[in-house]
């Protein structure tokens, strides 16, 4: 079983919906949740971290932790053409210790 | 400089030879990170310094992996008698580390390694 998993899709949505991209994690004691995005031939570019269970909002991005079924997700709402990247989802149980990355699911936002 | 920077961009060997990567972090980031990242996969753990020392370098593949940081800032990752699986790109990362509660990385553009 790989620690951080991912569907790897690819998703396709229509401009304008909600996208979901949806990420589990094995190491329960994982307590720092990171969602990057990646275009294709650029380095991750981080988008959102996430702590504390419940949601975080920030702009057109909510992400979701629910440590009690350890699991991780991302909304995009109202996705644009350029929202289109693979998205990682990283786990880290605390600041002194490795972080592990999701495979990624490519999202792809049809105009 | 302002992000993380990396040097080369691309790098073309032979098989067998070896080579050096460099990493600049950002600038009072203690900790650095290096990952590899094979075409369809997401980044794979190698190694990260917090400091001068490597907190962790339980993801280098084998002993021809090898990375420093001698002054706590710019790192080289070294590769000897180098592969054709070795052919990868090579991410380098930075974060406040241990002197943040919360540890959130920032990349640099990669290094792209061709063995021919």
């Known amino acids: 079983q790989k620690e951080v998993e991912q569907n790897s899709g690819p998703l396709s949505v229509p401009e304008g919906a909600i996208a979901s991209l949806n990420c589990t994690y094995s190491?329960?004691?994982?307590?720092?949740f990171f969602w990057y995005r990646q275009y294709s031939g650029k380095s991750p570019e981080l988008i959102m971290s996430?702590?504390?269970?419940g949601d975080k909002e920030d702009g057109r991005f909510t992400a979701q932790l629910n440590k009690a079924s350890q699991y991780v997700s991302l909304l995009i709402r109202d996705s644009q053409p350029s929202d289109s990247a693979t998205y990682l989802c990283?786990?880290?149980?605390?600041?002194?210790?490795?972080?592990?990355f999701g495979p990624g699911t490519s999202l792809s936002v049809i105009p | 400089g302002a992000g993380v920077s990396q040097t080369p961009s691309n790098k073309v060997t032979e098989k067998g030879k070896y080579v050096e990567l460099r990493c600049d972090p950002i600038?009072?980031?203690?900790?650095l990170y290096w990952y590899r990242q094979s075409l369809g996969q997401g980044p794979e753990f190698l190694i990260y310094?917090?400091?001068?020392?490597?907190?962790?370098d339980s993801g280098l593949p084998n002993d021809r992996f090898f990375a420093v940081r001698p002054e706590g800032s710019v790192s080289t990752l070294k590769i000897q008698r180098t592969e054709r699986g070795d052919s990868a790109v090579y991410l380098c990362?930075?974060?406040?580390?241990?002197?943040?509660?919360?540890?959130?990385?920032?990349f640099g553009p990669g290094t792209r390694l061709t063995v021919l």
């Open positions: 600038s009072g980031h203690t900790a």
């Open positions: 190491d329960r004691g994982s307590q720092s």
């Open positions: 990283a786990a880290q149980k605390t600041s002194y210790d490795k972080v592990i």
């Open positions: 990362a930075s974060s406040l580390g241990d002197r943040a509660i919360y540890n959130e990385q920032f």
């Open positions: 310094f917090q400091g001068t020392g490597a907190a962790d």
């Open positions: 996430i702590y504390s269970n």
